[in-house]
T-cell receptor
Framework: SQQGEEDPQALSIQEGENATMNCSYK?????LQWYRQNSGRGLVHLIL?????REKHSGRLRVTLDTSKKSSSLLITASRAADTASYFC????????FGTGTSLTVIP | DGGITQSPKYLFRKEGQNVTLSCEQN?????MYWYRQDPGQGLRLIYY???????QKGDIAEGYSVSREKKESFPLTVTSAQKNPTAFYLC????????????FGPGTRLTVT
């Protein structure tokens, strides 16, 4: 069974707005990662947050992790049309588990 | 260019035929993975390999087989026993099995009719 579950399943925003996606998982983890997938392509790694970290930044990306609630969020600030993609969280306990993804559409 | 290559990008087969998907990496990574992705879904792990000549079943291994004769190569065979083989198949690798960033290939879209 899949470990991660993203919320919402789909999100549509205007360019320049912020986009927030959430991920919940079930068991203890070593770290949590976020990936991006453009339609019909492979996944690209965005950011990794370790289980002992609470927040991490990378450019316009901000990730938070709450291990007590087994949840993480990905914030994309000042969104661009090029951010349109699906976003997945992945956890690695004894193997990698990917969530079902959030499909983000940024309208120019 | 370092990375993972998968070929072909699109593959069409008749029902009842076995088909092998290629995955090659020149990143010197020890661990390699095969995932299946269905429309609007996340990735499900089929098989993974931590080291040459060793591999483990993932969550949906039934109807699939793999080999790892070389560190660089991890081919996946979709057998006729796989009931719903039409899907997007993604190969990935990591330096080791201890976690960290996964590097993905571009994927192979398999259609079985």
């Amino acid at each position: 069974s899949q470990q991660g579950e993203e919320d919402p399943q789909a999100l549509s925003i205007q360019e320049g707005e912020n986009a927030t996606m959430n991920c919940s998982y079930k068991t203890s983890i070593n770290n949590l990662q976020w990936y991006r997938q453009n339609s019909g392509r492979g996944l690209v790694h965005l950011i990794l947050i370790r289980s002992n970290e609470r927040e991490k930044h990378s450019g316009r990306l901000r990730v938070t992790l709450d291990t007590s609630k087994k949840s993480s969020s990905l914030l994309i600030t000042a969104s661009r049309a090029a951010d349109t993609a699906s976003y997945f969280c992945a956890t690695d306990g004894n193997q990698f588990y990917f969530g079902t993804g959030t499909s983000l559409t940024v309208i120019p | 260019d370092g990375g993972i290559t998968q070929s072909p990008k699109y593959l069409f087969r008749k029902e009842g035929q076995n088909v092998t998907l290629s995955c090659e990496q020149n990143l010197n990574h020890d661990a390699m993975y095969w995932y299946r992705q269905d429309p609007g879904q996340g990735l499900r792990l089929i098989y993974y390999s931590q080291i040459v000549n060793d591999f483990q079943k993932g969550d949906i291994a039934e109807g699939y087989s793999v080999s790892r004769e070389k560190k660089e190569s991890f081919p996946l065979t979709v057998t006729s026993a796989q009931k719903n083989p039409t899907a997007f198949y993604l190969c990935a690798s990591t330096p080791g099995l201890a976690g960290g960033e996964q590097y993905f290939g571009p994927g192979t879209r398999l259609t079985v009719t």
